[in-house]
């Protein structure tokens, strides 16, 4: 319970652009997940079947049979790397909108010290403290998705190479 009030006090302090800021956050890792749990659940059974089915043909030299396995090929590549530009693009969001809460936060501060007539170094300094909440809570999403996106199309990358290795050619 003590997390909730701490993280409704940590959005309270940022503004409104952190709620978007978390959605983007929980589709990011919502596919990252997602890919991770396919990489390592479903795509290993999807390839031993793609081995077993080309093991079984009986012919694996001809022309046809080489347009065939690179075709199988592409397709497992396809599958490893599906939603892999969503999840960039999501990671290229986090720090744009934390510098829309920054900028949208200037404009408040300056808003309010024109209105009160005041521009006094404590009343700017708690304004600036706000108005950079949603930069550095930006830039922290996107951390925290550029290492596992990486590391994902890695993975991917490497399991393609690893299918073609499997699905012998001679």
Known sequence: MEL???ILDFIDKGGWVLWWIGLVLFL??????ER???IYSQFPKEARMM???????????SWHAHRIREAWV??????????????????A?????GLLGTVTGMIDVFESMSGQGS????QM????????IPTMAGMVSALSGIFFSSRLEQTAYIKSHQLADNLPHH
């Open 4 to 6: 909730i009030y701490t």
């Open 28 to 33: 990011m890792w919502t596919f990252i997940i």
């Open 36 to 38: 991770y749990w396919y």
């Open 51 to 61: 081995v077993a089915q080309w093991n079984a043909r009986e012919d694996t030299k």
């Open 74 to 91: 592409s397709i497992a590549r396809e599958a490893l790397n599906q939603r892999m530009l969503l999840i960039k693009t999501l990671i």
């Open 93 to 97: 969001i986090c720090p744009l909108l």
């Open 119 to 122: 521009g006094s170094a404590r």
């Open 125 to 132: 300094a708690g304004g600036i403290f706000k108005a950079t």
